[in-house]
């Protein structure tokens, strides 16, 4: 630095003051909550190591084996036209390349650092997709951006990455060298793209920085051109997925709801505790037996009810307290949920209903960190039914869905697996009887109320699942 000008000299001064004041700001105070959900973490060491990472602070002296892992980080971006889900990221693992998970790799690249979410740019970037776009994932987008500006800048988060086109380009070829597919990396690119049109159509910029916000402008134009040249290849992609797919076969339905059974055993066991009373309410379960019950009922709903992700995430609690008696079938209640993109009805025998309640009485309150309420009592009517161990709502119940398949070893079955299963098999029935499948599996009514109205269909075409399945009533 001594030859260095001046100006040079104050700008590493400055950038080393507010590295020094992001790290006093997130480096030095600590959740509980949060130390409790790294110590009961499967890989506490990589937890610890990746919580240390993301808040500014360098850990040395790391053996090989011990990569970093990063729980609920998505894994697949399955193409937009193909999920009714809600639209996260989610990259399956590249099974073409040996030795460690993507997240091991990604994690090993430096490529899951972010700036901290509390700088201005990202905070209003949050408010920007929430509150005004109704974006419910949002987190996840703005977590995409933090990551890239990491990469662009890690002293400091700011817009000239604008001005950085090649380093820019080198960051979106290096996340598919890591092994994202093409279709995740172009989401990644569409966050920052949202980014940028934010600041540049809803802030100040144009006002107080004339020049970056033309700047910005070329660049947004710049990403244009990086996704028309790799639409063709998410489109390979998709195709190559199809055929890979096709070339699976269709499963039976003894192979959909494998893991069903696989953990059915595991799962009463937990359930009889919470029935018999033992755990009051909940609390002396460990956070694996709340996940168990958790993952077991999402994969009911998306297995044995052939219903899309989105559905399990969409579900509030008003939509389970308003459940209805099935008329046909006393045993039976059915649940609806309005919020999805398309509405969703499916049918629940009433063990299926106890468990769920005890979800809802019991494990759910425990999830939030609040005390046992009386389902009457409850005055959060429009929250979220599924809530994950962060007390948040379930993000990715895919994501979830394939944690319960890796616990027991069982073969993974996607969603969208599990309902082209149940269609081939509705092939011997009558044009009438392929039709309620068809409504009860893509819900193409346009509302809830619709849905209620559709009770008898409902019950029917469960009838026909679970004689499908074996299951008796």
Known sequence: ????????????????????????????????????????????????????????????????????AVPDVPVEAPAESSSESSGELYQCPDTTKQGTSLRERMASLGYYKKHSLDHDLLVSFAK???????????????????RFLYFMDPQQASLLFVRQHEKSREYFLKLSEAGLSKQTVQNYIKSVKRFLKFHTGSTDLCFTDRVLHEDCKNYISFLDNIQMATSKQVSKETTR??????????????QVTAVL???????????????????????????????????????????????????VEHMTVTEWISRRRDDTRPGFVVVAVKEHKTAATFVLTQEQEMWFDLY??????????????????????????????????????????????????????????????????????????KTKVAGYLTHSTATAEKHYRMKEIGSAVDAFLRNLRGDSE
């Open 360 to 433: 809802f009485s019991e494990v759910r309150p425990v999830m939030l960190g609040k005390k046992r309420k009386r389902v009457e009592d409850d005055d959060e009517t429009d929250e979220r039914f599924f809530i994950s161990s962060t007390d948040k709502a379930i993000y990715n119940a895919s994501n979830d869905l394939e944690r319960l398949h890796k616990k027991y070893q069982v073969p993974k079955v996607t969603s969208q697996m599990a309902r082209r299963a149940y269609e081939t098999a509705t092939k011997e029935l009558s044009d009438v009887q």
């Open 241 to 254: 997925k199809r055929f890979d797919t096709f070339q699976e076969g269709v499963l039976s339905s003894t």
């Open 261 to 311: 059974a696989a953990a059915k055993k595991d799962f009463l066991a937990v359930i009889g505790k919470l029935h018999a009373g033992e755990c009051s309410p909940g609390h002396q379960l460990t956070l694996t037996e709340l996940q168990l019950v958790l993952y077991y009922l999402e994969a009911i709903v998306i297995l044995e009810h052939a219903q899309w992700p989105g559905v």
């Open 128 to 146: 920007f997709l929430q509150f005004d776009m109704s974006n419910e994932n949002f987190k996840q987008e703005v977590e995409n951006v933090a």
């Open 1 to 68: 630095m001594r030859t260095s000008s001046e100006a040079d000299i104050l700008a590493v001064v400055e950038s080393a003051k507010r590295a020094v004041s992001n790290l006093m700001r997130t480096g030095r105070v600590w959740e509980y909550s949060l130390l409790s959900r790294i110590m009961q973490s499967p890989d506490t060491i990589g937890r610890m190591i990746e919580e240390l990472e993301s808040r500014g602070n360098a850990v040395v002296g790391i053996p090989t084996a011990a990569v970093p």
